[in-house]
């Protein structure tokens, strides 16, 4: 199947939805459905997800990762306390706010650490300097850690229990921005319970829309935060989130999860991400800035380079930092990495 053609490496959200997501809308525009998410197609995802996930757990859908994160870290962190994050994480860079307004005014702190990763020597400095006894000082309450994250890194299972491990003596809560979660839990190649609550992750903003869906996006609660469902709900609602026709979100959600499809469109991406990767880093004039483990390349071009491959029609971002980001997505070709890096010659 060929939907787009081209070198278009922008970003895995420029793709399309994969045939599979509109076969389930058109699969779920039939008859009439109990509305606000209390229909049989969201009760069938959260069956789906319980056994992914291997636990008793709460889900509620959204349609963008921005509204997961802040509805995730609203049930979380109290509007006088803190969220520790890096200091690339999407929710310190790349949500206007929302996290701060959807707390009510909590407080981001962020934390240094090479490849988008929070040092484990710069979580426990933080942790020293803000103590949670002290009246004047803001208390840190949730460590928000990306997975893919914004370097295209994933956290090893080790980096996870070693920083969770940390936050957790502090009494901390743990959330994980998981807008590419597929695409790190095939890299690892553990298992989604493993990479989450086992690791002692209380809420996962769980993204199916940069891997293949149209619009589809979960909060997931874990067993450590189910009792949070309540407020989380009435916050959905509050902000205008808790859409009427919720089956056509989670319909999404169930065609991707269904028969492994989400891991299986996460390779596809992850394994032309690699090929780019290699392919272009052995180019005179390329030098890769961070390690591909997902669907990301970032990579420093010299500039002849960088205009050779726009001229031959490649798409992708110069990032702030300097180098160039090439995102793979779960329709990436072969022939679209190959032509990528003829032109790179
Ligand atoms: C790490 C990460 N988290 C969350 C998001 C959520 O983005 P959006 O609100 O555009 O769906 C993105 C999007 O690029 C992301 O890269």
Redesign the pocket.
Known sequence: MRLIGGMNFL?D?TAPAHPAILDALTHANQGFASSYGADPVSAGVKTQLCEIFETDLEVVFTV????S?ALALSVLCPPDAMVLCHDE???HR??RGAPEFFTRGAKLLPLAGSHAKIAPEALSDALKQWPSDFVHATPPAVLSL?Q???SGCAYTLDELESLIGLAKARDLNIHM?G??FSNALVSLGCTPAEMTWKAGVDIL?L?A??NGAMAS?AVILFPSARDRLPQLLANQKRAGLMLPKMRYVSAQMAAWLKDDLWLDLARTANAAAKRLSEGLSAVDGAELVHPTHGNEVFIRLEDALAARLREAGAGFYSWPDGSARFVASWCTTDADISALLDAAG
């Open positions: 970003s959200t963008s990762g921005t509204a994160n994480a999407h929710i790349d949500e990306s893919l994250n914004e921005d807008a590419r903003s993204g829309t940069k996006e």
